[in-house]
T-cell receptor
Framework: QKEVEQNSGPLSVPEGAIASLNCTYS??????FFWYRQYSGKSPELIMS????GDKEDGRFTAQLNKASQYVSLLIRDSQPSDSATYLC???????????FGGGTRLMVKP | GAGVSQTPSNKVTEKGKYVELRCDPI?????LYWYRQSLGQGPEFLIY????????DSGLPNDRFFAVRPEGSVSTLKIQRTERGDSAVYLC?????????????FGSGTRLTVV
């Protein structure tokens, strides 16, 4: 089992809809979780971090964490074509000194 | 600097040649990471530094790969006897402390093509 798993997609949603991106992880002791956005041909950019169970909202983005189920998700409300990118989930490894990344989910928002 | 700087942005080299990739982290960031990313894949860990020392080099694929950070700031990833399978985007990232707590800031990457 991979340490961090994501559906590779593509996930296609119409403009204005809610996009839901999911990630599962194997290390039960992980304490912090990160979402990165990566546009085609560019490097990953940190967009959200979450440390506690529940929801964390930042503008149109909401991260949701369920440590018991080892599941973290990212919701994007009012999706825009500019949100079209690959979204990478990252989980701490090596006693929290580094991050392990999932394979990413490619999101396509259609006008 | 304001961000993580990587040079060169693109490198084309012939199979068997030696290459060096450079990373200049955000000023004051003590942790520095190297990852490799192939098309359609997530970043794959290579090595990380805490200060001048390599704290974990378990991701280096073989002994052709080596990295240094002699003064605790700029790092160089060195690849000897390059192979076509080494072609990928090499990403450098830095963090003010443990990356699992703070997250990383990535540089723009070096696209390495071995022909």
């Amino acid at each position: 089992q991979k340490e961090v798993e994501q559906n590779s997609g593509p996930l296609s949603v119409p403009e204005g809809a809610i996009a839901s991106l999911n990630c599962t992880y194997s290390d039960r002791v992980s304490q912090s979780f990160f979402w990165y956005r990566q546009y085609s041909g560019k490097s990953p950019e940190l967009i959200m971090s979450i440390y506690s169970n529940g929801d964390k909202e930042d503008g149109r983005f909401t991260a949701q964490l369920n440590k018991a189920s080892q599941y973290v998700s990212l919701l994007i409300r009012d999706s825009q074509p500019s949100d079209s990118a690959t979204y990478l989930c990252a989980v701490p490894a090596n006693a929290g000194n580094m991050l392990t990344f999932g394979g990413g989910t490619r999101l396509m928002v259609k006008p | 600097g304001a961000g993580v700087s990587q040079t060169p942005s693109n490198k084309v080299t012939e199979k068997g040649k030696y290459v060096e990739l450079r990373c200049d982290p955000i000023s004051g960031h003590t942790a520095l990471y190297w990852y490799r990313q192939s098309l359609g894949q997530g970043p794959e860990f290579l090595i990380y530094f805490q200060g001048t020392g390599a704290a974990d080099d378990s991701g280096l694929p073989n002994d052709r790969f080596f990295a240094v950070r002699p003064e605790g700031s700029v790092s160089t990833l060195k690849i000897q006897r390059t192979e076509r399978g080494d072609s990928a985007v090499y990403l450098c990232a830095s963090s003010p402390g443990p990356g699992g707590t703070y997250g990383y800031t990535f540089g723009s990457g070096t696209r390495l093509t071995v022909v």
